[in-house]
């Protein structure tokens, strides 16, 4: 596939605005994909960020391989940089998040004179989960939150229950995806539009690269007993598993590649991490 560039006005202003707030905050709490720990960290929010304290949630954390997510919180870990995983749909993980921001703030109050609740901004790339972690963390449905990237507008200030204040940003992408995996590994997992991308090359890449480093999961899911030598023969497969096809026998591709997308996205293939801790150690850098 080309390269994916994809930046909406919109995404220039959230760029702003969290230029014009970080002085307000005490704390970046960065959401990513548990899927994708390195695409889905944006590079502007690590550049605009640099002087702040941070920490990195990875949300989605159940839809992702569980021993890939812990050799990445290792690598974090032995970084300095805390983080911790949470799936915040089912509110896995928030209580040991909120811990770890309760101890953050007990350690900024120590070194102040008066002490004031901690105040933090929550930021991140689009689709990874922010408004429903957000709902989490204030026990409320207080923001807008949808399965489409793009849904939350403008900026929140909001409550925590201990007292902390929180504010919320829109998703913001980058201009220029240098790497090309990078759009690619996005539009997988939802935080590109799919109206602008071709499903059926998008699906044909992804089972490509599940084909890779999950053909077991792929094969189980679709009730294949062998993959396809390649990508289009196994998902012409599962279109005839599934009884996909049009008159003739034709393969209905863009129905096919529709199902796979969704059933990736939802975790209905199986936990899956696209990017290894140990094939990335040179990206991991953005990490």
């Not at 008159?247 to 863009?254: A, E, P, Q, T």
């Amino acid at each position: 596939m080309e390269n994916i560039n994809w930046y909406p006005g919109h995404m220039k202003k959230t760029r702003e605005l969290i230029q014009e707030n970080l002085k307000m905050v005490d704390l970046v709490a960065e959401v990513i994909d548990a899927r994708i720990p390195v695409s889905s960290r944006n590079p502007i929010i690590e550049e605009l960020t640099e002087h702040k304290a941070r920490i990195v949630v990875f949300n989605k954390s159940d839809l992702a391989d569980r021993s890939e997510s812990e050799k990445w919180m290792a690598f974090l870990r032995k970084q300095g940089s805390p983080a911790a995983a949470v799936n915040a749909m089912s509110g896995g993980g928030v209580s040991a998040l909120m811990k770890l921001l309760t101890e953050i703030d007990q350690e900024k109050n120590r070194q102040r004179q008066r002490q004031k609740p901690l105040r933090l901004m929550v930021a991140g790339v689009p689709n990874v989960g922010k408004s429903s972690l957000i709902n989490r963390l204030t026990g409320r449905k207080s923001t807008q939150t949808g399965d489409r990237p793009g849904v939350t507008r403008g900026k929140q200030w909001l409550s925590l229950s201990n007292g902390m204040q929180l504010l919320d940003t829109p998703g913001i992408l980058w201009p220029k995806f240098q790497d090309p995996r990078e759009g690619l590994n996005l539009a997988f997992c939802g935080s590109i539009k799919d109206e602008v991308m071709n499903l059926e090359e998008l699906a044909l890449e992804l089972i490509r690269v599940l084909s890779d480093s999950y053909p077991q999961l792929l094969a189980a899911r679709y009730k294949l007993e062998a993959l396809g030598e390649t990508p289009l023969e196994t998902m012409e497969a599962i279109a005839a598993r599934r009884g996909f096809l049009l008159s003739g026998k034709r393969v209905d591709y863009l129905r096919t590649a529709r199902t796979v997308l969704d059933e990736f996205r939802s975790g209905a293939i199986g936990p899956i991490t696209l990017e290894r801790c140990e094939d990335m150690a040179e990206a991991a850098v953005k990490i």
